[in-house]
């Protein structure tokens, strides 16, 4: 499976958009990127997915280059509740939907 | 609002006891996954059942934890003898398992496990 790189911690203001990035320069062709998150002492929280269109839903816009190689999920609007870990992970096509989380993104949102 | 339920949600126990979880996957959703949470480790992904049958427990240690669907509504993880070591945050996970849709699992709220 393609292992992911994500930065360890980032700030956003509250209100502001929240950008946060994802490398995955090893995801073949049949491998979808998946957004979790993870709200201190819950179980982790599915955000969006896709395979190389941008999406967007209620929660968040992801957009992937090209290339396939890195994507980014932006918070339109971060709220205090948004504080959370996000992990990035790439998941096989039709493979039983084995996922492997990294280390992930500390978000903190800050008034 | 279907969601995933484990039982305990908390559980402190002594080593070389039997511990046995318990999750209740979201109506129809045919793939159930259970993974354990320490800070050392992250998030692991222990084992994984499509339609109740297993399909990957390599994250599992065979020795000591075990994991079956009785039926299609509980999935159980089993840890006899326990250790210490065996102390986390346990959480089930289940998902429709649609093509396209494997990675959008819907996760319990976890049973924390001390092991003493």
């Known amino acids: 499976d393609a292992k992911t790189t994500q930065p360890p911690s980032m700030d956003c203001a509250e209100g502001r958009a929240a950008n946060l990035p994802c490398n995955h320069s090893?995801?073949?062709?049949?491998?979808?990127v998946y957004w979790y998150r993870q709200i201190h002492s819950q179980g982790p929280q599915y955000i969006i997915h896709?395979?190389?269109n941008n999406e967007t839903n209620e929660m968040a816009s992801l957009i992937i280059t090209e290339d396939r190689k890195s994507s980014t999920l932006i918070l339109p609007h971060a709220t205090l509740r948004d504080t959370a870990v996000y992990y990035c992970?790439?998941?096989?096509?039709?493979?039983?939907?084995?996922?492997?989380f990294g280390q992930g993104t500390e978000l903190s949102v800050k008034p | 609002d279907a969601r995933v339920t484990q039982t305990p949600r908390h559980k402190v126990t002594e080593m070389g006891q039997e511990v046995t979880m318990r999750c209740q996957p979201i109506?129809?959703?045919?793939?159930v996954f259970w993974y354990r949470q320490t800070m050392m480790q992250g998030l692991e992904l222990l084992a994984y059942?499509?339609?109740?049958?297993?399909?990957?427990d390599s994250g599992m240690p065979k020795d000591r934890f075990s994991a079956e669907m009785p039926d299609a509504t509980l999935a159980t993880l089993k840890i006899q003898p326990s250790e210490p070591r065996d102390s986390a945050v346990y959480f089930c996970?289940?998902?429709?398992?649609?093509?396209?849709?494997?990675?959008?699992?819907?996760f319990g709220p976890g049973t924390r496990l001390t092991v003493l």
């Open positions: 090893t995801i073949s062709g049949n491998e979808y």
């Open positions: 996970a289940s998902g429709s398992g649609l093509a396209g849709l494997e990675g959008e699992q819907f």
């Open positions: 109506l129809g959703h045919n793939t």
């Open positions: 896709g395979l190389k």
């Open positions: 992970i790439v998941c096989l096509y039709n493979q039983g939907g084995k996922l492997i």
């Open positions: 059942f499509r339609n109740r049958a297993p399909l990957d």
